[in-house]
């Protein structure tokens, strides 16, 4: 991988340098990452890419493409059962890091791949609806039930 293919993978992948050098580059040595320069060098090709940060951001980005072609299957299999569009698929769009960890054992990393694959469903298919998190509103409508990812898409589709 060179530095260039580095920095289109991670702009596709929705991470700025600083998550990237923090996430991306984690490690069972290096649990905090790297420093947002060292990312940087790699970018910049004054420094290696190291192995280890070429097999995390290709493993990555497989899970994109491939939460990307099941998501726009089951669309596609939604279009047909219906014998034609639905009028709107909801999709739930994270603003913050914070809103995405309010699930419990969601992994910080993913929200970034979540908001990459939310934004590439917007523009495979017009009747994909981005609803925003708020957090306020979704406890309210929530009423004391158990919070989980089935209650959070119907409260999209709701909004």
Same mark, same amino acid.
């Given at each position: 991988?060179? =530095? &260039?293919?580095?920095? *289109?993978?991670?702009?596709?992948?929705?991470?700025?340098?600083?998550?990237?050098?923090?996430?991306?580059?984690? @490690?069972?040595?290096? =649990?905090?990452?790297?420093? #947002?320069?060292?990312?940087?060098?790699?970018?910049?090709?004054?420094?290696?890419?190291? *192995? *280890?940060?070429?097999?995390?951001?290709?493993?990555?980005?497989?899970?994109?493409?491939? /939460?990307?072609?099941? &998501?726009?299957?089951? %669309?596609? %299999?939604?279009? @047909? #059962?219906?014998?034609?569009?639905?009028?709107?698929?909801?999709? %739930?769009?994270?603003? @913050?890091? #914070?809103?995405?960890?309010?699930? =419990?054992?969601?992994?910080?990393?993913?929200?970034?791949?979540?908001?990459?694959?939310?934004?590439?469903?917007?523009?495979?298919?017009? %009747? /994909?609806?981005?609803?925003?998190?708020?957090?306020? *509103?979704?406890?309210?409508?929530?009423?004391?039930? #158990?919070?989980?990812?089935?209650?959070?898409?119907?409260?999209?589709?709701?909004?």
């Amino acid at each position: 991988m060179n =530095p &260039t293919e580095l920095k *289109a993978l991670r702009q596709l992948l929705f991470f700025p340098e600083q998550d990237a050098a923090r996430l991306i580059a984690a @490690t069972s040595s290096q =649990p905090q990452g790297v420093a #947002e320069d060292t990312w940087l060098q790699w970018e910049s090709g004054t420094q290696p890419i190291p *192995a *280890a940060v070429i097999s995390r951001i290709k493993e990555l980005n497989d899970w994109r493409a491939d /939460v990307l072609a099941a &998501t726009a299957d089951n %669309i596609r %299999i939604q279009i @047909t #059962e219906k014998s034609g569009q639905p009028d709107s698929i909801f999709v %739930i769009w994270y603003d @913050t890091l #914070e809103d995405w960890l309010s699930l =419990p054992d969601r992994d910080p990393v993913m929200w970034h791949l979540q908001q990459s694959v939310c934004a590439g469903l917007k523009g495979m298919y017009s %009747i /994909v609806k981005l609803v925003r998190f708020d957090a306020t *509103a979704y406890r309210a409508w929530l009423g004391g039930r #158990e919070d989980g990812e089935a209650l959070r898409a119907e409260w999209a589709s709701t909004v």
